[in-house]
């Protein structure tokens, strides 16, 4: 038999387990539209389409977010397609790399943990403080 003040703990850690999914998700989706937006911010601009290509997808979970670049408006087509934000990234046998994309991820990803971390943490002492 479970007594009453277990099964109240059990219930408040549920809720506060949801509360925390809900204020990390929600979090997440501000720290990718940040990265996003700085890796907007200097993606190469001569042939214009590039930065307009940076945008945010789900991922295959809501706990995810995946920033993307690049895809069918930055493709050529050639004998074999390519896509040119791949060039600029990663550079090619004609051309030197200029790195937009995984620099600025580097430079932010800490920034980004961090930010998580305070928010969850944040959510769980506002919790806690009220019961």
Known sequence: MVSKNVRAFQELTEELKQ????????????????????????????RGVLAHTVRMIPGSKPT????????????????????????????????????FFFPTYRLMKKKIIASMKRRITKNIKARSATK
Do not use: C, H, W
Not at 20 to 45: K, Y
Not at 77 to 98: I, L, S
């Open 19 to 46: 509360e925390v999914r809900v204020a990390a998700i929600d979090q997440l989706q501000i720290e990718g539209e940040n990265l996003r937006s700085a890796i907007e911010d200097v993606a190469p601009r001569e």
């Open 64 to 99: 995810q977010v995946r920033v993307v670049a690049g895809g069918r408006p930055t493709t050529t087509p050639q004998k074999r397609p390519y896509d040119y934000a791949r060039a600029d990234e990663f550079g090619t046998v004609d051309m030197q790399a200029r790195p």
